[in-house]
């Protein structure tokens, strides 16, 4: 049977950037979304799996659809979809993913070139 799985590594280094971002405490994101900061933590860390509703507000709280935190077990590559409130980082996060002839981890470390660099030079032109 195939279905869709939630990649905690990925799902947790989405949440810890972003609150990061944002200059958050755990604290600060539990008020937010309702999770609690233990619930947070262990997210983060990828040592815990969200309920579906814990899934469901921290897709809302990262701006982006549950299916972008889900992944097909049988490997298949996704569209990508654009969402308008995505960062361009995530944007090319998303095609690197998608691009079957990069490995994960090769999509990941790339996407996470990418997103240094880019935030590198977006502070240099203030």
């Known amino acids: 049977m195939t279905g869709k799985m939630i990649d905690t590594a990925e799902l947790g280094q989405m949440v810890k950037r972003r609150r990061s971002e944002l200059k958050m405490s755990l604290r600060d994101l539990a008020k937010v979304t309702g999770i609690s900061p ?3 933590s262990r997210i983060e860390n990828g040592t815990g799996k969200p309920d579906a509703d ?3 507000r921290l ?3 990262l701006g982006v659809p549950v ?3 889900l992944h097909s077990d049988k490997g298949d590559v996704r569209p990508v979809v654009y ?3 995505e960062s361009v980082p995530e944007i090319v996060e998303a095609h690197l993913r998608a691009d079957k002839n990069l490995t994960p981890e090769m999509a ?3 996407a996470e070139l990418f997103r240094v ?3 590198q030079f977006s ?3 203030e």
């Open 38 to 40: 233990s619930t947070l």
């Open 83 to 85: 969402y308008p409130n």
């Open 59 to 61: 897709a809302d709280w």
């Open 67 to 69: 299916d972008r935190i």
């Open 54 to 56: 814990n899934l469901a």
């Open 108 to 110: 990941k470390a790339l």
């Open 117 to 119: 660099a880019y935030y």
């Open 123 to 125: 502070k240099s032109k």
